[in-house]
């Protein structure tokens, strides 16, 4: 079955760029929808942003000026770089499969079918 | 975008029903038919349980239901089981230039 496996550094010093990569599994990355979320120690959850197989993507308007975030089919990976981070963008990271119908063309089902297993990333010097 | 409404904690007894409320706004919750619910035991991920407001994927009880009445989303747990004990969290569609609202979060004990 398909799983996602987020990886890179666990400790992001302030100002520094903090870049992740996902990795899928078990299945193709084409046809779907791609999303970070990221989750603060003890808060909730915080939609970053999607990005299209084929490389379209959109962002939370609140972390737009600081996210970048790509796909490499090649590799069926997709990745997330923001930048500028400070103590308040500690958090585990997500990454997960946004749900999708196909009709002839994708439609993106606004809910999140698939998750990986998170990893945190400390804003710290 | 302000976060959804959720009560901070509900609970129950095994067997009984539980019931947790996610109140938005006709720009996100009122507006679409698709709210989500997610299950969240502790150090774990987030595992989809409802979506598009009362569908069900495959594999999750149905225990587990949804319903929506204007602004406001619910989700109800009925004979509660101990691993139902988690935190839920709901999500809507909240338009295009920020799609994704999550709310704040439902602890929810098994007495």
């Known amino acids: 079955q398909v799983q996602l496996q987020e990886s890179g550094p666990g400790l992001v010093k302030p100002s520094e760029t903090l870049s992740l990569t996902c990795t899928v599994s078990?299945?193709?990355?084409?046809?779907?929808?791609w999303s970070w979320i990221r989750q603060p120690p003890g808060k909730g959850l915080e939609w970053i942003g999607y990005i299209y197989y084929s490389g379209s993507t959109n962002y939370n308007p609140s972390l737009k000026s600081r996210v970048t975030i790509s796909v490499d089919t090649s590799k069926n990976q997709f990745s997330l770089k923001l930048s500028s981070v400070t103590a308040a963008d500690t958090a585990v990271y997500y990454c997960a499969r946004d749900g999708i119908t196909i009709f002839g063309v994708v439609i993106i089902d606004w809910y999140f079918d698939l998750w990986g297993r998170g990893t945190l990333v400390t804003v710290s010097s | 975008q302000s976060a959804l409404t959720q009560p901070p904690s509900a609970s129950g007894s095994p067997g009984q029903s539980v019931t947790i409320s996610c109140t938005g706004t006709s720009s996100d919750v009122g507006g679409y038919n698709y709210v989500s619910w997610y299950q969240q035991h502790p150090g774990k991920a987030p595992k989809l349980m409802i979506y598009e407001v009362s569908k069900r994927p495959s594999g999750v009880p149905d225990r587990f239901s949804g319903s929506k009445s204007g602004n406001t989303a619910s989700l109800t747990v009925s004979g509660l089981q101990a691993e139902d004990e988690a935190d839920y969290y709901c999500?809507?569609?909240?338009?295009?230039?920020?799609?994704?609202?999550f709310g704040t979060g439902t602890k929810v004990t098994v007495l």
């Open positions: 999500s809507s569609y909240a338009g295009s230039n920020n799609p994704y609202v």
């Open positions: 078990g299945g193709s990355i084409s046809s779907y929808y």
